[in-house]
């Protein structure tokens, strides 16, 4: 018989003795079968007691011996082996009550870890529900819609508002498209006649004819789909962690049991000492805990797909990020406003939003958020017209006003010269606003970091995970700039979804790995990882399907918890599991020197299964979490500052604006920008800076450890009240000599400067540090 007709054999055997649904049954069958046995016992009838206890232990050993074969197939011996020859020894022996006992622990210990392995389907639903399966195809006679597979090369196709583009294709037309499916890139793209376009990216704006310059299996996205079922088909499962443990387990009770026997020549000592050395503590401590740490995680707003994938997460050593979505929100956020000379950044802000109102663009729908949480009156806008690629156009308060992109033949002041070099350094997007036709002031736009990234990436880093990778779709230059202030161990940038999958089976070679992500595009090297893990709040259906864990809440720190939780629970089923061994290791001494027979040995395996659950069940206990709890007073204050911090943020553009309005041209109207930043300092932020020393700080205090952990922070306090200070003595000389002398400008302009500067880091520190403690 060959290797192979024997593993055959094999499978076919393991497969007709053991169902899925199995140990639930076998629980039933074999509790039943003790019960009525006891019964029996009591009412005198040993013979039938006998009966129902052999039959509830023959009951088990044909799904034992079908677990058995599973594990030989794979490769292993395991808890199974012992299981079986227990069993099969109190059989053997007439020991019917120590074999009715040991299959109720059997089947316990199963129906546990069957309940905490059992994966959900890495299906690919979302995948292929969203693929399109038509195309509307352009001809002579038309337009005609056709099958997906009957697209040809160089056929011109049409692809209308929302539709998804159906195969790889060059625009014929100008496009507005949505890529964020392939590069987790949230803002829009727009693409001009003879740019290519890939499929799976949403058309944003109005129809556009393509051109196809390949077939449905050749594009892109068809090629998504059989990345994510290849990676996925490459997940080994995991090897039990019982088993692990039995590799040296097994041998010492085989080689005990057959000294036992040999020497005193009582087969019944050798039963006894299997019988004790079923590995129950194996079978109930890992799946308990693990349960435990299942039932713990999901409180916390963490989805685990099943017991492996906590067990893995607990080993990981490497953690593999993507970026949008994942370490930043996910959506454009005003970073600044800029003005041209004699305008006000405030104002620039209302007009640009109030002709946005209407429009459903990502970077619109920023601009009017951002000047809706900042307080500003906005217009309703007339005769509101959007070309997609160029904004919104419309009439507001009787000037025509345009937000988007500059004209071509707009001649562009000297300003805006500036506004380019920031929105390069910076990595942001800018939408311009033009009034009456002349550019009148820029809104930059990106996509920020989240506040609780640093805080999950140093709780990371002390759990042990000693390798901290991005890998992302976007552009080199953000990517690698939110990675300087994560302090990333590397960066990968502009990958396609089959670079990642090669980058996650790289780390992997070296060590457990973790994958996170939250785009359809990262749904194939979720699968690929060790671990998956989908931001599955936001995030596309396709990636909480190819993960093996889901963030259900819209907060990476849940990340951090995770993985402390997966250490905690894993740490104390390995507890368990040494310590219930010891035990039985004493007891199967005992048992060999003839001191327990094997009914008397199978009780005290229930009553060290008793101690092992009771040691498990301490992973459903609230381990060290990485958000601090706060009191609800703390909460609260949170919120309010954290809402003052965007009606604040104004106050740190004037601040800025005030500074170049002095480099520019040190007149008059400089010196009214500064007073007018002078008030607002003096009437906002200097109030909010002394209820935040005041209010805020000694809430956090007892939280943190002590007012020692907000020391540095109160320094900031004093900092940003000192220059308030300074500027308005600045002020004071200034009115006193009729105007800004030649001798104060050096140092006003570091004082506003140097001001904007603490405020934006003073800000950005609160927000990682305190604010993010609040759910």
Same mark, same amino acid.
């Given at each position: 018989?060959?290797?192979?007709?024997?593993?055959?054999?094999?499978?076919?055997?393991?497969?007709?003795?053991?169902?899925?649904?199995?140990?639930?049954?076998?629980?039933?069958?074999?509790?039943?079968?003790?019960?009525?046995?006891?019964?029996?016992?009591?009412?005198?009838?040993?013979?039938?007691?006998?009966?129902?206890?052999?039959?509830?232990?023959?009951?088990?050993?044909?799904?034992?011996?079908?677990?058995?074969?599973?594990?030989?197939?794979?490769?292993?011996?395991?808890?199974?082996?012992?299981?079986?020859?227990?069993?099969?020894?109190?059989?053997?022996?007439?020991?019917?009550?120590?074999?009715?006992?040991?299959?109720?622990?059997?089947?316990?210990?199963?129906?546990?870890?069957?309940?905490?392995?059992?994966?959900?389907?890495?299906?690919?639903?979302?995948?292929?529900?969203?693929?399109?399966?038509?195309? =509307?195809?352009?001809?002579?006679?038309?337009?005609?819609?056709?099958?997906?597979?009957? /697209?040809?090369?160089?056929?011109?196709?049409?692809?209308?508002?929302?539709?998804?583009?159906?195969?790889?294709?060059?625009?014929?037309?100008?496009?507005?498209?949505?890529?964020?499916?392939?590069?987790?890139?949230?803002?829009?793209?727009?693409?001009?006649?003879?740019?290519?376009?890939?499929?799976?990216?949403?058309?944003?704006?109005?129809?556009?004819?393509? =051109?196809?310059?390949?077939?449905?299996?050749?594009?892109?996205?068809?090629?998504? /789909?059989?990345?994510?079922?290849?990676?996925?088909?490459?997940?080994?499962?995991?090897?039990?962690?019982?088993? !692990?443990?039995?590799?040296?387990?097994?041998?010492?009770?085989?080689?005990?049991?057959?000294?036992?026997?040999?020497?005193?020549?009582?087969?019944?000592?050798?039963?006894?000492?299997?019988?004790?050395?079923?590995?129950?503590?194996?079978?109930?401590?890992?799946?308990?805990?693990?349960?435990?740490?299942?039932?713990?995680?999901?409180?916390?707003?963490?989805?685990?797909?099943?017991?492996?994938?906590?067990?893995?997460?607990?080993?990981?050593?490497?953690?593999?990020?993507?970026?949008?979505?994942?370490?930043?929100?996910?959506?454009?956020?005003?970073?600044?406003?800029?003005?041209?000379?004699?305008?006000?950044?405030?104002?620039?802000?209302?007009?640009?939003?109030?002709?946005?109102?209407?429009?459903?663009?990502?970077?619109?729908?920023?601009?009017?958020?951002?000047?809706?949480?900042?307080?500003?009156?906005?217009?309703?806008?007339?005769?509101?017209?959007?070309?997609?690629?160029?904004?919104?156009?419309?009439?507001?308060?009787?000037?025509?006003?345009?937000?988007?992109?500059?004209?071509?033949?707009?001649?562009?002041?000297?300003?805006?010269?500036?506004?380019?070099?920031?929105?390069?350094?910076?990595?942001?997007?800018?939408?311009?606003?033009?009034?009456?036709?002349?550019?009148?002031?820029?809104?930059?736009?990106?996509?920020?970091?989240?506040?609780?990234?640093?805080?999950?990436?140093?709780?990371?880093?002390?759990?042990?995970?000693? =390798?901290?990778?991005?890998?992302?779709?976007?552009?080199?230059?953000?990517?690698?700039?939110?990675?300087?202030?994560?302090?990333?161990?590397?960066?990968?940038?502009?990958?396609?979804?089959?670079?990642?999958?090669?980058?996650?089976?790289?780390?992997?070679?070296?060590?457990?790995?973790?994958?996170?992500?939250?785009?359809?595009?990262?749904?194939?090297?979720?699968?690929?990882?060790?671990?998956?893990?989908?931001?599955?709040?936001?995030?596309?259906?396709?990636?909480?399907?190819?993960?093996?864990?889901?963030?259900?809440?819209?907060?990476?720190?849940?990340?951090?918890?995770?993985?402390?939780?997966?250490?905690?629970?894993?740490?104390?089923?390995?507890?368990?599991?040494?310590?219930?061994?010891?035990?039985?290791?004493?007891?199967?001494?005992?048992?060999?020197?003839?001191?327990?027979?094997?009914?008397?040995?199978?009780?005290?395996?229930?009553?060290?299964?008793?101690?092992?659950?009771?040691?498990?069940?301490?992973?459903?206990?609230?381990?060290?979490?990485?958000?601090?709890?706060?009191?609800?007073?703390?909460?609260?204050?949170?919120? !309010?500052?954290?809402?003052?911090?965007?009606?604040?943020?104004?106050?740190?553009?004037?601040?800025?604006?005030?500074?170049?309005?002095?480099?520019?041209?040190?007149?008059?109207?400089?010196?009214?920008?500064?007073?007018?930043?002078?008030?607002?300092?003096?009437?906002?932020?200097?109030?909010?800076?002394?209820?935040?020393?005041?209010?805020?700080?000694?809430?956090?205090?007892?939280?943190?450890?002590?007012?020692?952990?907000?020391?540095?922070?109160? !320094?900031?306090?004093?900092?940003?009240?000192?220059?308030?200070?300074?500027?308005?003595?600045?002020?004071?000389?200034?009115?006193?000599?009729?105007?800004?002398?030649?001798?104060?400008?050096?140092?006003?302009?570091?004082?506003?400067?140097?001001?904007?500067?603490?405020?934006?880091?003073?800000?950005?520190?609160?927000?990682?540090?305190?604010?993010?403690?609040?759910?």
């Amino acid at each position: 018989m060959t290797r192979s007709t024997f593993t055959a054999r094999l499978r076919r055997l393991a497969a007709a003795l053991v169902s899925p649904r199995l140990e639930p049954v076998l629980l039933a069958v074999t509790a039943a079968a003790l019960a009525l046995g006891g019964i029996a016992w009591f009412m005198e009838a040993r013979d039938r007691a006998d009966l129902f206890w052999g039959l509830g232990t023959l009951a088990a050993v044909v799904p034992a011996v079908g677990w058995m074969i599973g594990a030989l197939r794979h490769g292993r011996t395991g808890v199974d082996l012992v299981a079986v020859l227990a069993l099969g020894g109190t059989l053997a022996v007439h020991e019917y009550l120590a074999g009715a006992l040991i299959a109720l622990m059997l089947a316990t210990g199963r129906t546990l870890e069957a309940a905490a392995q059992r994966r959900a389907s890495h299906d690919l639903h979302a995948l292929l529900e969203r693929a399109p399966r038509s195309a =509307r195809r352009r001809t002579g006679a038309g337009v005609t819609t056709v099958p997906l597979a009957e /697209v040809a090369v160089g056929d011109l196709l049409v692809v209308g508002p929302g539709e998804v583009v159906p195969v790889d294709g060059r625009a014929e037309s100008a496009a507005s498209l949505d890529e964020s499916v392939l590069t987790g890139e949230p803002l829009q793209v727009e693409r001009a006649p003879g740019e290519p376009v890939r499929s799976g990216v949403v058309n944003a704006a109005g129809a556009f004819e393509l =051109r196809a310059t390949a077939t449905e299996q050749d594009s892109t996205y068809a090629g998504i /789909v059989r990345l994510a079922q290849q990676a996925g088909a490459e997940s080994a499962p995991v090897v039990r962690l019982a088993d !692990r443990y039995a590799a040296w387990f097994l041998p010492l009770a085989l080689v005990v049991a057959g000294l036992a026997w040999l020497i005193s020549g009582d087969a019944v000592r050798a039963v006894a000492v299997l019988v004790v050395a079923t590995p129950c503590p194996l079978l109930l401590a890992a799946p308990v805990a693990i349960i435990s740490g299942l039932s713990r995680a999901s409180r916390l707003g963490v989805v685990i797909r099943d017991g492996g994938a906590l067990e893995n997460l607990g080993r990981a050593r490497t953690l593999l990020l993507d970026k949008t979505g994942t370490l930043t929100r996910g959506r454009p956020h005003l970073l600044d406003v800029i003005a041209a000379p004699g305008v006000k950044p405030a104002e620039v802000l209302r007009l640009a939003a109030s002709a946005d109102q209407y429009s459903p663009h990502v970077l619109a729908r920023a601009v009017v958020e951002a000047a809706r949480s900042r307080g500003l009156a906005l217009s309703l806008p007339t005769d509101v017209t959007e070309e997609h690629g160029r904004g919104a156009t419309g009439t507001v308060d009787g000037r025509r006003i345009s937000v988007g992109q500059i004209d071509a033949g707009t001649p562009r002041p000297a300003w805006a010269k500036a506004v380019d070099n920031r929105a390069l350094l910076d990595g942001a997007a800018i939408a311009w606003l033009t009034v009456d036709g002349v550019p009148t002031g820029a809104v930059l736009l990106r996509d920020p970091l989240r506040h609780d990234a640093p805080r999950t990436l140093r709780h990371l880093r002390s759990a042990g995970i000693d =390798r901290l990778l991005m890998l992302t779709g976007d552009r080199a230059a953000p990517a690698h700039e939110v990675a300087a202030v994560l302090g990333l161990d590397g960066v990968r940038a502009e990958l396609t979804p089959a670079d990642k999958v090669a980058a996650v089976r790289a780390e992997r070679a070296h060590a457990v790995t973790v994958m996170v992500g939250d785009g359809v595009n990262d749904a194939p090297a979720l699968a690929a990882a060790d671990i998956g893990v989908a931001m599955g709040a936001r995030g596309s259906t396709a990636s909480s399907e190819a993960a093996d864990i889901v963030l259900t809440a819209d907060r990476v720190d849940r990340l951090a918890d995770a993985v402390t939780l997966a250490q905690r629970a894993r740490r104390i089923a390995v507890q368990s599991a040494l310590g219930g061994m010891l035990m039985s290791l004493a007891a199967m001494v005992a048992a060999a020197f003839g001191q327990l027979p094997p009914a008397a040995g199978a009780l005290l395996q229930e009553g060290i299964d008793i101690a092992v659950i009771l040691n498990a069940l301490r992973a459903l206990r609230v381990g060290q979490a990485a958000r601090p709890a706060l009191s609800p007073a703390a909460e609260a204050l949170i919120r !309010r500052f954290a809402a003052e911090h965007d009606d604040l943020q104004d106050v740190v553009v004037s601040v800025r604006d005030a500074a170049d309005r002095l480099s520019d041209s040190p007149g008059p109207t400089a010196l009214g920008a500064v007073e007018e930043t002078h008030r607002l300092l003096t009437e906002r932020l200097l109030p909010h800076e002394y209820a935040e020393e005041h209010e805020l700080y000694p809430a956090l205090a007892p939280t943190l450890g002590g007012p020692e952990a907000t020391a540095t922070m109160s !320094r900031a306090h004093t900092e940003i009240e000192r220059l308030s200070r300074r500027i308005a003595t600045h002020l004071e000389l200034a009115h006193a000599d009729g105007g800004l002398s030649a001798e104060q400008l050096d140092d006003l302009r570091s004082c506003l400067y140097g001001l904007h500067t603490v405020l934006r880091l003073h800000f950005a520190q609160e927000e990682e540090n305190y604010f993010s403690l609040a759910p």
